[in-house]
T-cell receptor, first 113, second 118 residues
Framework: AQSVAQPEDQVNVAEGNPLTVKCTYS??????LFWYVQYPNRGLQFLLK??????LVKGSYGFEAEFNKSQTSFHLKKPSALVSDSALYFC???????????FGTGTRLQVFP | DTGVSQDPRHKITKRGQNVTFRCDPI?????LYWYRQTLGQGPEFLTY????????KSRLLSDRFSAERPKGSFSTLEIQRTEQGDSAMYLC????????????????FGAGSRLTVL
């Protein structure tokens, strides 16, 4: 069965500092990995994905994520946080042979000025 | 194309009433998904369609829930005899299921329909 774990309910970071939001996954076969962001009263917005290729993927708004197969992780990173990055972030995974995307419980990112 | 549209955005109902939500996906997307999200949780998969065929339904989904996509375009999600535990945000998403196309593998979500059952 597929599963995703986001171990931190909330991450606090000062503006201008680097940020990391953690995600680990469990899936049979090769994973398709995604990060989405959700602002209040809005749907989920796609940030980036890993399907195949380079382990470091770059996405929207300066975010990037690194796929680590041995640690089954896909942590979201940004070199310099902005207050406007404050939102709820979801990691998601699906196996290559299914069409169902499974989400983690989310991590609230709070960037302080 | 204005993306995935959901209607209504908010619905307040009394316990025991039936409610129906509508989703209009991106026009060229052949797959459509329904998710449910409660406060403090991630989206939970409910069901999905490829064109008009319902291919998978979550085992967690009560028989009171039914979804349709009659012409392979818009979809409806109906909840019969609502209970307070049904209160949640119901999210619809669509995807271009054809491999190799731009946007393949990426779900595009609507803004959601928030249900409050009193």
């Amino acid at each position: 069965a597929q599963s995703v774990a986001q171990p931190e309910d909330q991450v606090n970071v000062a503006e201008g500092n680097p940020l990391t939001v953690k995600c680990t996954y469990s899936v049979s076969g090769n994973p398709y990995l995604f990060w989405y962001v959700q602002y209040p009263n809005r749907g989920l917005q796609f940030l980036l994905k890993y399907i195949t290729g380079d382990n470091l993927v770059k996405g929207s708004y300066g975010f990037e994520a690194e796929f680590n197969k041995s640690q089954t992780s896909f942590h979201l990173k940004k070199p310099s946080a902005l207050v406007s990055d404050s939102a709820l972030y979801f990691c998601a995974v699906r196996s290559y042979n299914t069409d169902k995307l499974i989400f983690g419980t989310g991590t609230r990112l709070q960037v302080f000025p | 194309d204005t993306g995935v549209s959901q209607d209504p955005r908010h619905k307040i109902t009394k316990r025991g009433q039936n409610v129906t939500f509508r989703c209009d996906p991106i026009s060229e997307h052949n797959r459509l998904y329904w998710y449910r999200q409660t406060l403090g949780q991630g989206p939970e998969f409910l069901t999905y369609f490829q064109n008009e065929a319902q291919l998978e339904k979550s085992r967690l989904l009560s028989d009171r829930f039914s979804a349709e996509r009659p012409k392979g375009s818009f979809s409806t999600l109906e909840i019969q005899r609502t209970e307070q535990g049904d209160s949640a945000m119901y999210l619809c998403a669509s995807i271009d299921g054809l491999a190799g196309r731009p946007g393949a593998n990426v779900l595009t979500f609507g803004a959601g329909s928030r249900l409050t059952v009193l």
